[in-house]
């Protein structure tokens, strides 16, 4: 019976693996090869453009860590994506606490117009937003991407924490307020740690969504001196469009932060998610 019931089980799983193997070589099988394609020379690709590389040319990939721009991009990335996300989650965590701990009158429909930025696309508001900016004198600034970024991250947030907040019983709250804790000590001493799991989700959506920010750079920032690195390889694949091996290699290599950093952040993420979604 034992044997009986896990071959069943297999049966019935059988055709979930084969739908996750098939997603999994969708999304790797172009990763790959445009990881071999960057270690080809431009006149390899043509001749060869799906078998191995003969010979493996790094230089592609040396060049191109060895340039300066490359690191300046990824340095101001880096920096849009941080500041974006502090400010993100700073703000979020407060205001969803007010949304959940907080009984006042016109409470719901403050938030329900918190929610309603989801369905307000950024190309909406990329002209008012870019006469705002120059009156502001925000142009070719960093604060001209990582506030609007900021401001169009909030809905999202709030939505998030406050559910993980209102989760956190009353009692907690109450046994706090006993012990001479103020409202803010108890956000800042009890609520905050708790909710750290969420904070961290959170955080990495705001990172991850900042680093592939197109659109807005591009509108903000004239001056090559504060391009973030999806500007880079639009500018890139213009400067080198007939040496595609080069422009894979860049590619890759504009890849490999992101994809570093959800690696490393992947178990706060899901762990902040399934915390939030089982909590209760």
């Known amino acids: 019976m034992a044997e009986r019931s896990k071959g069943a089980t297999r049966t019935r799983t059988l055709p979930l693996h084969v739908i996750l193997v098939a997603v999994g070589a969708v999304m790797a099988v172009p990763l790959l090869y445009a990881v071999l394609s960057g270690f080809k020379s431009t006149d390899q690709l043509s001749r060869n453009p799906i078998g191995l590389?003969?010979?493996?040319?790094?230089?592609?990939?040396?060049?191109?860590?060895?340039?300066?721009?490359?690191?300046?991009?990824?340095?101001?990335?880096?920096l849009i994506a941080v500041a974006t996300a502090v400010i993100v989650v700073a703000v979020s965590a407060l205001a969803a606490f007010s949304f959940?701990?907080?009984?006042?009158?016109?409470?719901?429909?403050?938030?329900?117009?918190?929610t309603m930025g989801l369905m307000f696309p950024f190309a909406v508001a990329a002209l008012p937003l870019f006469l705002l900016l120059r009156s502001m004198g925000l142009l070719d600034n960093p604060l001209g991407v990582i506030l609007p970024q900021a401001a169009f991250g909030l809905p999202m947030t709030i939505i998030i924490l406050r559910g993980f907040f209102r989760e956190i019983p009353g009692e907690l709250e109450e046994a706090a307020t006993l012990d001479g804790c103020s409202p803010f000590g108890f956000f800042w001493r009890i609520l905050l740690p708790m909710?750290?799991?969420?904070?961290?989700?959170?955080?990495?959506?705001?990172?991850?969504?900042?680093?592939?920010?197109?659109?807005?750079?591009?509108?903000v920032f004239t001056d090559s001196t504060w391009w973030?690195?999806?500007i880079g390889v639009q500018q890139f694949q213009g400067q080198y469009s007939a040496e595609y091996a080069r422009v894979f290699a860049y590619l890759v290599l504009a890849m490999v932060p992101a994809l570093a950093f959800y690696s490393v952040a992947e178990r706060q993420l899901v762990g902040g998610l399934t915390a939030g979604a089982t909590k209760g």
């Open 228 to 230: 973030t690195l999806p």
């Open 195 to 219: 909710a750290r799991p969420a904070l961290g989700t959170v955080s990495v959506l705001a990172v991850v969504t900042s680093w592939n920010n197109f659109f807005l750079p591009l509108l």
């Open 53 to 78: 590389p003969d010979p493996w040319v790094s230089g592609n990939y040396t060049d191109i860590l060895g340039s300066g721009d490359f690191w300046r991009l990824v340095g101001n990335s880096t």
């Open 100 to 114: 959940a701990r907080f009984a006042f009158r016109g409470r719901e429909l403050l938030f329900t117009l918190f």
